[in-house]
């Protein structure tokens, strides 16, 4: 049997009832098709006792680095850990200034503020919601103060930022890379995966992502050997050798049986990732049947609302492999809409109903409403619609026909 008639099969297998509702994400379809392998692999830990990294995580960061192309691999907790771990590795502290995206989870600036430094928020492109490498590159200039230390890029949404342009910034300026790759294992650029793009990459395993554990789970990779030495350090307490300290680190292990569930979801992730972006692709199609929208913007390219087709999608660059760990549109009255879907019973989440600038946390960096207006209205507009591996196509015409009567 083909790859894609086994993908068919398991989701026809793990396919709900009719009238169900559509969930925004069901990870009970995925654990259907891999409960065997999972089980087994964790009855493996469990006969073991090897609890806390050894072998089984060892494996899996050898595996990682493979996948992404980058020379290592450090697991820890967390993605946010991830984060931490690169940027304090990188030696960015205090008074140091780190640039970064309003439009994000928390964390991509709440590790910049852990390390001592200072976020520096620079506006997104209205056409991929990714950080903006012509405003980073105008910020840049005018900065001159020599605090600028790194660059962190988010790969929204499982798109890759325009790599290419801030590594022809760093290099220029002398910053670090740092992606902020959570959204992204398996997307590309131009052929190179997230995680081999810049100096370090932090990726989440937090169960909601495209590759997911049983729990929190995260790592950083990276091709420079300091680095990674450092930050196995850093997430063992500051230690390479027990009960010996060079310097204050973090507990951020990796749990085994967290990497023994992550490397049999890494047989799959390829097969997983293509499915979504069929989901994304049958989306395209069925919003345009509808007359609901005038289909993917070209890069740079940024439809204006258009009361007739009020669904706006995100352009994807011609260098991109995106992976849709979110398909995302833009909408009028999005939050009419959402609570519209929620009484049908369809899941759709907002990504991110306040951008990190205006976060009260963040008050005292002294940006105010109007500073960085793309990110701004994009927290207005932006709503997440199910997409997953086993969401079937009747699911997906189920949402396109709810969203066309609430316009109707």
């Known amino acids: 049997m083909s790859e894609a008639s086994k993908t068919t099969a398991k989701t026809s297998a793990a396919s709900p009832r009719a009238g169900a509702g559509v969930p925004l994400l069901d990870l009970r379809r995925q654990y259907a098709t891999i409960r065997e392998e999972v089980q087994a692999a964790i009855g493996h830990v469990c006969e073991t006792q090897h609890l806390v990294m050894g072998e089984e995580v060892a494996k899996f960061e050898r595996e990682v680095a493979q996948f992404t192309g980058a020379a290592d691999t ?18 960015i502290g ?7 995206t309003p439009f994000s989870f928390f964390a991509s600036a709440s590790t910049i503020v852990r390390c001592g430094a200072r976020p520096v928020f620079v506006d997104v492109e209205p056409s991929t919601l990714n950080l903006d490498p012509e405003q980073v590159l105008r910020r840049v200039k005018l900065r001159g103060d020599g605090s600028l230390r790194a660059i962190m890029p988010v790969h929204l949404y499982g798109q890759c930022a325009r790599i290419d342009q801030f590594q022809d910034i760093a290099a220029e300026h002398k910053l670090t890379i740092v992606e902020d790759a959570a959204q992204a294992y398996g997307a590309a650029w131009r052929g190179k995966r997230a995680g081999s793009l810049g100096n370090a990459a932090g990726f989440s395993f937090y169960p909601t992502k495209n590759l997911s554990a049983f729990g929190d789970g995260g790592c950083v990779t990276t091709s420079d050997p ?7 350090r850093l997430r063992n307490h500051g230690s390479d050798r027990r009960y010996y ?29 293509e499915r979504r972006r069929q989901v994304a692709d049958l989306y395209d199609r069925l919003f345009e049947e509808a007359g609901l929208s005038h289909g993917r913007p070209l890069p740079g390219e940024v439809p204006l609302a258009n009361p007739a ?30 609570q519209f879907l929620a009484d049908r019973k369809i899941g759709a989440e907002i990504y991110y109903p306040v951008p990190l600038h205006l976060q009260k946390c963040f008050a005292y960096l002294g940006y105010g409403q109007g500073d960085l207006p793309e990110a701004e209205q994009a927290a207005k507009d932006v709503l997440a ?12 015409r189920t949402v396109v026909q709810a969203i066309a009567q609430f316009y109707s």
């Not at 205090?94 to 970064?100: A, E, H, L, R």
């Not at 507990?251 to 890494?266: C, E, G, H, P």
């Not at 995100?314 to 909408?331: C, D, K, M």
């Not at 619609?385 to 997906?396: A, G, H, M, S």
């Open 74 to 91: 450090v697991s820890c907790a967390s993605g946010t850990d991830a984060l931490w771990l690169a940027l304090q590795a990188s030696g």
């Open 94 to 100: 205090p008074g140091d200034s780190v640039i970064t």
């Open 226 to 232: 300091e680095l990674a030495a450092r930050m196995r």
């Open 245 to 273: 300290h060079e310097e204050m680190g973090w507990n951020s292990r990796l749990d085994a049986l967290q990497a023994a569930v992550l490397r049999v979801k890494m047989k799959h992730i390829q097969q997983w990732n």
């Open 309 to 338: 087709a009020p669904v706006r999608l995100l352009s994807t660059a011609g260098e991109a492999y995106h992976i849709f760990h979110q398909y995302v549109v833009r909408v009028p009255k999005r939050d009419e809409l959402r």
């Open 385 to 396: 619609l199910p997409v997953f591996p086993e969401l079937t196509e009747d699911e997906q």
